[in-house]
């Protein structure tokens, strides 16, 4: 029997999550509730808006049961504000916004610009093959600083990361559910089935 693999369905880009794991064979189970979250193996963070999700996983009382599952190895992918939730620290976050400290990085949120900065580039990405990724950054984060057991997936021109994996968990700045590419998605399964 596959996994179950969950989508935070709180805010932000779950229809596509859902849509890249229906392609892979699978059926995403969406997380709002803490019972919800008891079904799933693993957990998919989206993209959307990092305090206003901070916010709504206290107000549905989530914040606490999904701190001690990924405490305890739960795997997880976070991409743009799910890599902010995921985080250790956030450089510019709102005094009340909530981390996970689930992979030691720090991250710096819009660090490319407001949202007419968006802007799409393709990566090398060596843990998923040899052919580039497109990658789309929307307000994007970007990481400052990454801890010993962090593993660098791929920068961007400058050199900062932009991906990241730690254990079970892996953060992209860029939203791969954007783009028709599903190797971020297969990478996460790999390292759940594992």
Same mark, same amino acid.
């Given at each position: 029997?596959?996994?179950?693999?969950?989508? #935070?369905?709180?805010?932000?880009?779950?229809?596509?999550?859902?849509?890249?794991?229906?392609?892979?064979?699978?059926?995403?189970?969406?997380?709002?509730?803490?019972?919800?979250? @008891?079904?799933? @193996?693993?957990?998919?963070?989206?993209?959307?808006?990092?305090?206003?999700?901070?916010?709504?996983?206290?107000? /549905?009382?989530? #914040?606490?049961?999904?701190?001690?599952?990924?405490?305890?190895?739960?795997?997880? #992918?976070?991409?743009?504000?799910?890599?902010?939730?995921?985080?250790?620290?956030?450089?510019?976050?709102?005094?009340?916004?909530?981390?996970?400290?689930?992979?030691?990085?720090?991250?710096?949120? /819009?660090?490319?610009?407001?949202? /007419?900065?968006?802007?799409?580039?393709?990566?090398?990405?060596?843990?998923?093959?040899?052919?580039?990724?497109?990658?789309?950054?929307?307000?994007?984060?970007?990481?400052?600083?990454?801890?010993?057991?962090?593993?660098?997936?791929?920068?961007? @021109?400058?050199?900062?990361?932009?991906?990241?994996?730690?254990?079970?968990?892996?953060?992209?700045?860029?939203?791969?559910?954007?783009?028709?590419?599903?190797?971020?998605?297969?990478?996460? #399964?790999?390292?759940?089935?594992?």
């Amino acid at each position: 029997m596959p996994p179950a693999i969950g989508i #935070l369905a709180l805010q932000g880009a779950v229809d596509l999550h859902a849509i890249a794991l229906s392609r892979l064979g699978l059926e995403a189970v969406l997380v709002r509730t803490p019972a919800q979250l @008891d079904t799933v @193996d693993a957990l998919i963070l989206p993209g959307g808006e990092s305090s206003a999700m901070s916010k709504l996983l206290v107000i /549905n009382g989530l #914040l606490e049961p999904l701190r001690a599952r990924l405490h305890v190895g739960m795997p997880a #992918l976070g991409t743009c504000a799910g890599m902010i939730l995921l985080a250790t620290g956030v450089l510019d976050g709102r005094p009340d916004q909530q981390s996970f400290s689930a992979i030691d990085i720090d991250v710096r949120r /819009n660090a490319f610009g407001r949202q /007419n900065d968006s802007f799409e580039t393709d990566l090398e990405l060596a843990a998923i093959g040899e052919a580039p990724i497109h990658a789309v950054f929307i307000r994007a984060p970007v990481v400052e600083r990454t801890g010993p057991e962090v593993e660098v997936l791929a920068t961007i @021109d400058d050199g900062r990361p932009v991906a990241c994996r730690q254990g079970g968990v892996i953060v992209t700045s860029f939203h791969p559910e954007l783009a028709d590419d599903l190797r971020v998605h297969q990478l996460f #399964l790999a390292g759940v089935a594992a």
